[in-house]
């Protein structure tokens, strides 16, 4: 038996009667394999604040981007051959030259679907007369590849009769949509090795 709740933001899913393996696999797949957009591409026009190029891009990586899952493809399995399109990628840029803190709500994206989830999270600052460009790209991902991929954050709480699962979406889906592409994921991971056995 499941049963489902929303608690302070998170998903609280509760098994009854399942081997707590099942459920663990399920918080696998959620952190390896449910994918998002995050900003994979930095290219560094002007950087006049005091921050090396390396820390911004590494910065905005880990930007949370709200993701779109129906339009658009992995960049390695898109028809373009990876080269980047309009179907496997999205395009960025950030430029500002007022003096101040530089946060991601700068961020203009070519897709208004695709943007920060939160839009003060703080990149860099700047001093008077100074200018930061950047063009950037996004593209969809996996935890298993980086961690800036990941969607949510998830754990078990084991209390006796029954399992919780605990899913706290960083942004890029809700917390369902997480969930929901776990077990979509899992079914076919199933499905595929039932078709080499």
């Known amino acids: 038996m499941i049963t489902t709740k929303t608690e302070g933001g998170q998903l609280l899913i509760q098994f009854k009667d399942?081997?707590?393996t099942i459920i663990n696999s399920i918080r696998r797949v959620i952190l390896d394999d449910v994918p998002t957009?995050?900003?994979?591409?930095?290219e560094i026009i002007s950087n006049g604040s005091p921050v090396y190029d390396e820390v911004i891009a590494h910065r905005l990586g880990l930007v949370p981007i709200k993701t779109d899952l129906k339009s658009y493809n992995f960049k390695n399995t898109c028809s373009c051959g990876s080269?980047?399109?309009a179907l496997c990628e999205v395009k960025m840029t950030l430029s500002q030259d007022t003096d101040?803190?530089?946060?991601?709500?700068?961020?203009?994206?070519?897709?208004?679907?695709?943007?920060?989830?939160?839009?003060?999270?703080?990149?860099t600052k700047l001093f008077a007369g100074k200018k930061l460009e950047?063009?950037?790209?996004?593209?969809?991902?996996?935890?298993r590849e980086h961690a800036k991929w990941a969607p949510a954050h998830t754990y078990l709480r084991d209390d006796n009769d029954k399992v919780e699962l605990v899913v706290e979406s960083f942004g890029q889906l809700s917390n369902k949509e997480v969930y929901n592409k776990a077990i979509d994921i899992l079914i076919q991971k199933i499905d595929d090795l039932e078709g080499v056995l």
């Open 37 to 42: 957009f995050a900003i994979e591409d930095v």
């Open 134 to 143: 950047l063009n950037l790209k996004a593209n969809l991902g996996t935890g």
């Open 18 to 20: 399942t081997h707590c």
């Open 83 to 85: 080269v980047g399109c």
């Open 100 to 123: 101040g803190y530089v946060y991601s709500g700068s961020i203009k994206s070519d897709d208004p679907q695709i943007v920060p989830v939160n839009e003060e999270i703080p990149i």
